[in-house]
């Protein structure tokens, strides 16, 4: 158990809906980023924020959007969802800005049908 | 945006062997770092260099940040079956307030016992 927590594991839905994917980041970690995992992308990096405030955006469409709450667990929404949105999303966390590496969760597999 | 160029792909090697991978960028990173995912789980770091010429150990694994600091590669020695899976090299310029990690494809290893 890494200490990062991501629910669902598993999510199947059709286009069109919007879902939400929940990150608890691993206790005294500041800093919470989402990543997209595909087969031919690898791991892209969505976005990042550190105590409650958007610090970094890679390459995260506008349908996808993301808040770190006050007790720091973050939520990840997808809308409009389509076909090619399947992947996994994984969060990670880390103390600061994560010189020291990141901690990943186990990711929730989303299939889009 | 910057790229990390992993090789090899993949590799399938005999119970034993040593296995070496490497990573090279576009562009200079002041850190670099090894991770390694197994299915159906989120990336585990491995090993973290931080200095241009670092080598750094962590049981049979060795890593090392090179001297251009646009490159870095990780060694295995004296393989076992639980190493399959696929290595990821990630880099860093942290500093500021981002810090986010860009991966590499990843080197998908298979041990033959």
């Known amino acids: 158990d890494s200490g990062v927590t991501q629910t669902p594991k598993h999510l199947i839905t059709a286009t069109g809906q919007r879902v939400t994917l929940r990150c608890s980041p691993r206790s005294g970690d500041l800093s919470v980023y989402w990543y997209q995992q595909s087969l031919d992308q690898g791991l892209q990096f969505l976005i990042q924020y550190y105590n409650g405030e958007e610090r970094a955006k890679g390459n995260i469409l506008e349908r996808f959007s993301a808040q770190q709450f006050p007790d720091l667990h973050s939520e990840l929404n997808l809308s409009s969802l389509e076909l090619g949105d399947s992947a996994l999303y994984f969060c990670a966390s880390s103390v600061g800005t994560g010189s020291f590496g990141y901690t990943f969760g186990s990711g929730t597999r989303l299939t889009v049908v | 945006g910057q790229q990390l160029n992993q090789s090899p792909q993949s590799m399938f090697i005999q119970e034993g062997e040593d296995v070496s991978m490497n990573c090279t960028s576009s562009s200079i990173f002041n850190t670099w770092l090894w991770y390694k995912q197994d299915p159906g789980e989120g990336p585990v770091l491995l090993i973290a260099?931080?200095?241009?010429?670092e080598l750094t150990s962590n049981g049979r694994l060795t890593a090392q940040f090179g001297i251009t600091r646009k490159d870095s590669f990780l060694n295995i020695s004296a393989s076992i079956p639980s190493d399959v899976g696929i290595y990821f090299c990630?880099?860093?310029?942290?500093?500021?307030?981002?810090?986010?990690?860009?991966f590499g494809k990843g080197t998908k290893l298979s041990v033959k016992p």
């Open positions: 990630a880099g860093m310029n942290y500093g500021g307030s981002q810090g986010n990690l860009i």
């Open positions: 260099l931080y200095k241009a010429g």
